[in-house]
Nanobody
């Protein structure tokens, strides 16, 4: 069964850091992109960062210079290192896996709360 499992969320003070992990299992193809999305309490969804199968990363303007996405192919894991966190980063963070010709696979999400 194909599955994505996120972890690493929590409560942190403004200016702090968290590292999110997304572990993929049951995926037979090595050619896929992983993205991190977030959805806040107002249900606004934002694409935060993505990384392609060859390691090309892209970021939303709101997180550039603060967040870093990386992948460990051997561990089928993608990380989102989040530094200098702000209260407006508070959201549920989801990872997604995209492959050509198939609907994206979503994880269950992990809550990140940044206190001021």
């Amino acid at each position: 069964q194909e599955q994505l499992v996120e972890s690493g969320g929590g409560l942190v003070q403004a200016g702090g850091s968290l590292r999110l992990s997304c572990v993929a299992s049951g995926i037979t193809s090595s050619i896929y992109a992983i993205a991190w999305h977030r959805q806040d309490s107002g249900n606004t969804r934002e694409l935060v960062a993505s990384i392609s199968s060859n390691g090309l990363a892209n970021y939303a303007d709101s997180v550039k210079g603060r967040f870093t996405i990386s992948r460990d192919t051997a561990k089928s894991t993608v990380y989102l290192q989040m530094n200098s966190l702000k209260p407006e980063d508070t959201a549920v963070y989801y990872c997604t896996l995209s492959r050509n010709g198939r609907s994206p696979l979503w994880g269950q999400g992990t809550q990140v709360t940044v206190s001021s």
